[in-house]
């Protein structure tokens, strides 16, 4: 009797001490994955190689342009823009804005529309008489770890407006599928005074309620399909 005692609780025990490892390594087993499904990207992968050319169609780049009164926003098109792409990754990329497409999309009255329009593209703004092309140059590109809005790319790069070329700088979400490229900005500000652009500026000292923001917002959207 004492014998079998003996044995149902060594049994007992044993069964305990293997039920308590199995229990340990499916958590460990169960972490180790939760920790793998974390830290993968859900970014699409690519191994596309070469030149991809901007889709003026489907392209844009927003813009808003804010006073002590108010604001007005618009659109730029882009006349052309290539992307260099080597293995999945953007090596640079060059691209021309086409500064008489410059339009409206607050103001109702046309009349209205077209005296802003007007303005901005007289001397006092982008005198694009003189000035008919903007043009951004990609001089660097960091990688980012994706976060929620998908951002995954910091651009550096030259931006000349009215012959004078200055660099800025911008967050986006890039992803390559296939022979097509999207690229997409957060809102971004400019200055625009950087340009010579100092009609009604801050900086001019003018009548507080005639000023107009230094600051330019800008969204670019830009499609691009590969050569």
Request: aromatic share 6%; net charge positive; glycine share 8%.
């Amino acid at each position: 009797m004492k014998i079998s005692k003996m044995f149902i609780f060594i049994l007992a025990i044993g069964l305990v001490s293997a039920s308590c490892k199995n229990n340990t390594k499916k958590a460990e087993t169960k972490a180790a994955t939760k920790t793998e499904t974390t830290t993968k990207s859900t970014a699409p992968t690519s191994n596309a190689t070469g030149k991809f050319s901007v889709d003026t169609q489907n392209s844009s780049i927003l813009w808003t342009g804010k006073k002590v009164l108010g604001s007005h926003n618009g659109t730029i098109k882009l006349s052309k823009g290539v992307i260099s792409v080597e293995n999945g990754k953007i090596k640079g990329g060059a691209f021309e804005l086409d500064m008489n497409s410059i339009a409206n999309t607050d103001i109702t009255d046309p009349s209205d529309k077209a005296d802003l329009v007007g303005h901005l593209k007289s001397p006092d703004f982008f005198d694009t008489a003189n000035h008919p092309h903007a043009y951004f140059t990609i001089t660097k590109i960091e990688e980012l770890e994706q976060n929620l809005q998908n951002i995954n790319h910091k651009f550096y790069g030259d931006l000349e407006i009215k012959g004078i070329k200055k660099p800025i700088e911008f967050t986006a979400s890039m992803v390559i599928l296939g022979d097509k490229i999207s690229l997409v900005t957060p809102s971004f500000n400019i200055n625009r005074t950087n340009w010579g652009v100092n009609f009604h500026s801050g900086i001019l000292g003018t009548v507080k309620d005639k000023i107009i923001d230094d600051n330019i917002t800008l969204v670019m959207d830009i499609k691009a399909n590969k050569q």
